[in-house]
């Protein structure tokens, strides 16, 4: 495939071990099948790839694709230690949401004034679902499809499915006892 005709497919995980990694997977098997991948990590995730990965062994087995970062909305200075619900609060505040929109648009316009000949624009952007709210106004305004990529277990959608129809068909929940 010429460059002009290869899809380049943008890639937004949310920033949480569990989200990055099928999303990374899916951006690998994206890339072996001739797509150009720019994975967007937050900053704080992206450093953290540099220090565990051999980028130049990376890239050599995927030289379409590119990594890029953006602000995850909380302070450069927050050590970001512990578990993930240790900083949870602070990642979907409406602010931080807001400036990882606004970040998001910025390396956006960026990819668009260095694509070159190597890069065209977007041709879709795959998203974690947690993040697609950060991505519609771009999207919308480039006129650029997303796809909401789900990273949740198989159980975690069989219960959603069938708690939502076991309340369409009346069913009460279980209520413990053991307040009595």
Not at 38 to 46: A, E, G, P, S
Not at 95 to 112: D, N, P
Not at 145 to 170: D, H, N
Request: hydrophobic share 40%; charged share 20%.
């Amino acid at each position: 495939m010429e460059h002009s005709d290869t899809p380049h497919i943008l890639a937004i995980p949310f920033p949480a071990e569990g989200h990055i990694k099928p999303m990374f997977n899916l951006a690998k098997l994206l890339s072996h099948r001739g797509h150009r991948i720019t994975f967007v990590n937050t900053h704080h995730n992206h450093n953290r790839l540099l220090q565990f990965t051999d980028l130049p062994s990376f890239h050599t087995q995927f030289p379409d694709f590119l990594f890029a970062s953006i602000t995850d909305g909380i302070p450069s200075d927050d050590p970001r230690k512990g578990a993930l619900l240790n900083y949870l609060p602070m990642l979907i505040t409406p602010s931080a949401r807001s400036l990882v929109a606004k970040e998001f648009r910025e390396l956006f316009l960026r990819l668009l004034e260095k694509n070159g000949d190597r890069w065209q624009q977007p041709s879709c952007i795959i998203v974690d679902g947690l993040m697609s709210t950060i991505v519609m106004g771009v999207a919308q305004e480039f006129r650029i499809p997303v796809i909401a990529f789900r990273t949740y277990s198989a159980t975690c959608t069989w219960v959603t499915i069938f708690m939502s129809k076991l309340a369409q068909e009346g069913a009460q929940l279980l209520r413990s006892n053991q307040g009595e």
